[in-house]
């Protein structure tokens, strides 16, 4: 099977002009269709073979303009999604592509998905602010999560209400508004040590005192936030719920999974997306609500999720994605075979720990 799809796929490699690529492909997509035993061709087995290969449709032409490795990555995910579509049995992947799929990702908790809370937006959008900025500037959260950049001296100067629960953030005087929740962020010991020797030295908590108290000067170091951050509890959500593109590409915090676990099962989430969409089961708004923020198309979240796997594969040493493939298809598609619902958590949970 591999070497037929390796066969298929060697034009991809050779830099002929598109035309002729496009042309061989579609000489060798008999090959293809000989890979899927006949009798075990469900019509929708059937309906995506076309698509893929028969058609005029847009996925065959796009492959022009889409990386090899992408078309590669393809072809090894429809590997593993192909058990699970050919038998006629319901299952996990065969409800994604299907007219019913708003519904059953309703009612299920999709493997992977976790929650983007606004702490965990947050910290990764203060990593980046934190390690691209001038040293002085200064980071602080709210007790909503929602967290706010001062630059230049990096201290408050003018009080604000938070854009998201109205609560005070900022403060004069160059302290932070004394108030539970709402602190400083320090990049690490030696800029709060700075940062505070500087307060010390003029004063500013003493000279500022409300009502005669001195006030706090809230703060954390960054590593201290991240680790509470990142250990508070993922909420199982039951269905699905929009996420940033932020939080979509950076390394995810879920249960125990490993991040090339992770990676796997949202390219094989996101390619049934884009089966489901080109099969035209799925509304326009239904898919938008689907993918992630700041993405334009369906296509653009799934090469991410290739991009994002090769990169996890390649920290592990893994630079043979199809040897690495190799090795594990028949045995991830026959697992995605016995999972049909997750109506439950211990379900979802037993599922996630067995790909593990
Ligand atoms: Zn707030």
Request: glycine share 2%; aromatic share 16%.
């Amino acid at each position: 099977m591999i070497i037929s799809i390796n066969k298929i796929i060697i034009p991809f490699y050779e830099k002929d002009s598109n035309k002729k690529l496009l042309e061989n492909f579609k000489k060798e997509s008999n090959l293809i269709l000989s890979l899927f035993p006949l009798e075990e061709k469900t019509e929708k087995l059937k309906k995506i073979l076309e698509l893929l290969f028969f058609s005029k449709f847009s996925f065959l032409t796009s492959i022009i303009t889409i990386r090899e490795k992408h078309y590669i990555l393809f072809l090894y995910i429809l590997l593993i999604i192909y058990p699970s579509i050919t038998k006629g049995k319901k299952t996990y992947i065969s409800s994604l592509i299907d007219l019913e799929i708003i519904n059953y990702i309703k009612l299920n908790y999709i493997p992977c998905l976790i929650e983007e809370n606004t702490f965990k937006k947050s910290l990764y959008e203060i990593e980046d602010f934190l390690n691209n900025n001038d040293y002085k500037s200064g980071a602080y959260i709210c007790s909503c999560g929602n967290w706010y950049k001062i630059l230049e001296c990096g201290l408050p100067l003018y009080t604000f209400n938070c854009l998201f629960c109205k609560e005070i953030i900022g403060d004069t005087f160059h302290i932070p508004y004394d108030r539970n929740g709402h602190y400083r962020i320090f990049r690490d010991k030696s800029q709060e040590d700075f940062v505070m020797k500087w307060v010390n030295e003029n004063n500013w908590l003493k000279r500022n005192c409300v009502n005669g108290e001195i006030r706090n000067f809230r703060s954390k170091i960054f590593s201290d936030f991240k680790n509470e951050v990142e250990n508070m509890n993922d909420n199982n959500i039951i269905g699905f719920i929009k996420y940033s593109k932020e939080f979509f590409i950076k390394n995810k915090n879920i249960r125990n999974l490993n991040q090339i676990t992770i990676r796997l099962i949202e390219c094989v989430f996101y390619e049934c997306l884009l089966l489901n969409w080109e099969l035209e089961y799925l509304y326009f708004n239904d898919l938008e609500n689907l993918i992630p923020n700041n993405y334009d198309s369906i296509f653009d979240v799934l090469t991410d999720c290739f991009d994002l796997l090769e990169i996890e594969l390649e920290k592990k040493g893994i630079k043979e994605i199809e040897i690495f493939f190799i090795m594990i298809y028949n045995k991830i598609g026959n697992l995605f075979i016995n999972y049909e619902i997750f109506n439950t958590i211990e379900i979802r949970n037993e599922f996630e720990n067995k790909i593990n």
